[in-house]
């Protein structure tokens, strides 16, 4: 008997890290997305799928939902789209690792400590998601 051969999976079942909760947030943010006539293609290096030059939608800069990565910028800059998705892709697995959760311990956290104070953007890297961090004074 032969073995089957790889199982090639989709980009949505890989942004969405094994998790069947990140997968449907991912699946959500990208008809979101479409609403808001993002322009959406699949960042490998990141294992993100990309929603960018939106009208609308989004949060900040830019706001990761599941595996799905919703700004209104154009990532054109390439040194500036590493670092902001090496950022989010740690969201990504944030998203994956506490599921329909992670939106609410997000939000309780920046209700708490906004911004650069919040823990979940500090564990993705600051410098990486455009926050101004200080050195001590």
Same mark, same amino acid.
């Given at each position: ?5 790889? *199982?090639?999976?989709?980009? @949505? *079942?890989?942004?969405? &890290?094994?998790?069947?909760?990140? @997968? @449907?947030?991912? $699946? ?8 808001? &006539?993002?322009? =959406?293609?699949?960042? #490998?290096?990141?294992? +993100? =799928?990309?929603?960018? $030059? ?15 990565? @919703?700004?209104? !910028?154009? +990532?054109?800059?390439?040194?500036? &789209?590493?670092?902001? +998705? &090496? !950022?989010?892709?740690? !969201? #990504? ?9 992670? $939106? =609410? *311990?997000? +939000? ?8 650069? $104070? ?20």
């Amino acid at each position: 008997m032969t073995s089957p051969g790889p *199982r090639v999976s989709s980009p @949505l *079942r890989r942004v969405s &890290r094994g998790s069947v909760q990140s @997968l @449907l947030v991912t $699946a959500t943010a990208l008809t979101w997305a479409r609403l808001w &006539r993002a322009r =959406i293609s699949y960042d #490998a290096s990141s294992n +993100l =799928i990309v929603c960018e $030059a939106m009208r609308g939608g989004y949060a900040r800069g830019g706001t990761c939902f599941g595996g799905a990565f @919703l700004t209104g !910028h154009a +990532l054109v800059d390439p040194r500036r &789209r590493r670092a902001m +998705l &090496r !950022h989010e892709s740690v !969201h #990504a697995d944030q998203w994956a690792r506490h599921g329909f959760s992670f $939106a =609410i *311990r997000y +939000l309780v956290e920046e209700m708490r400590r906004p911004g650069a $104070a919040n823990r979940f953007e500090a564990e993705a890297g600051l410098g990486d998601g455009g926050y101004l961090t200080r050195g001590p004074s």
